[in-house]
């Protein structure tokens, strides 16, 4: 196994919920300065998750999740009986759910809009973070590929500027995803202190003349090269956090024996604590039909209520690599 993230991925052993509020300190501090981390959980419930998840953001729904936002990843379950999913969603603009390989990508790409919470108007954008549990393993297989984008960055600012240059750019990508558009944007966005990605490749990807090419290098030499990709096998009860402004995710194929497909993971989407809010220009706040699409997107926790561990995403760039930045986004 290649191995890019500079340690093994810490773990942490959590053996009771009692316990958890002294672990998340570790876990945030690990997400922060890695992207993920792994906490083993007292037992694999739903609400383990969730109650995990909620520490650390507000948990945002999915259009496949259940009443609490929570999706199975699993074989014929993952068009859940309780979702808000209905015979107009396109099933194939959502990743396949056999037991082939998912390549890495960052959720939520196609996510730009405004969702209403009460009097509020809410930015719907993609999760800051990604939590998986694992139910059950696969009997052979199905480790998830995890690919660390400050790596992939901090090498092309070092080894090609002039792709780095595009990449940062706003107009290098697009996404329509089933009904949702997000444009204009930079692979690798500045926000705050960090730079967050967002990253596919498949067809829901649009790109233009000047971006073609260096997104093309992007997946051919960077992100699809294995010495960037780290496969990490959960075991059951254990939950990865994942920083999905900065690190991708994808799921190596597995076996299936017989008619015993066993693998089941479970997913919440988490969004920031600081998400923007906006206020209208003359004081309404109306339902308009732009609206829409994004209430499957819903954030679930009460906006009031404070996240105990907030946990600031992204990738951080160091002075001599933000130097490399400057001159590449100067173009020397
Ligand atoms: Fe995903």
Known sequence: MSVTLDDPVL???CP???????????????????????LEAWDTQKQTLKTVAGQMGYIMNHIRGDEDGIVDVAYQRSWHETSQSNNEIRKEDFQSYS??????????AALDGMDVIGDRIVQIGPPQIVVFQCVEPAEAGGELLLVDMKKVLVDLLRDRPDIARILLEPGCVSFCRDNQFALDLPVFQKIGDRWRVRAHCDNRVFVTDRSAEAMQILFDEYINQPQYTDKILLTSRQILVIDNYRILHGRAAYQ???????????RLWVASDRLPIFQNFQGEVKMKRAFEPYQAYRIVTSLDVPVPYPICC???????????LVCA???F
């Open 11 to 13: 773990t942490l052993v």
């Open 16 to 38: 009771s919920p009692q316990a958890l509020p002294k672990m998340m300190s570790q876990v945030v501090t690990a997400v922060e300065k890695r992207g993920l981390c792994i």
């Open 99 to 108: 037991s082939d390989e998912v390549p890495p990508h960052s959720d939520g």
């Open 256 to 266: 299936v024996f017989g008619d015993r497909n066993v693998r089941h993971h479970r």
């Open 314 to 324: 992204g990738i951080p760039l160091n002075d001599e690599e933000r130097e490399w």
């Open 329 to 331: 986004e100067g173009g």
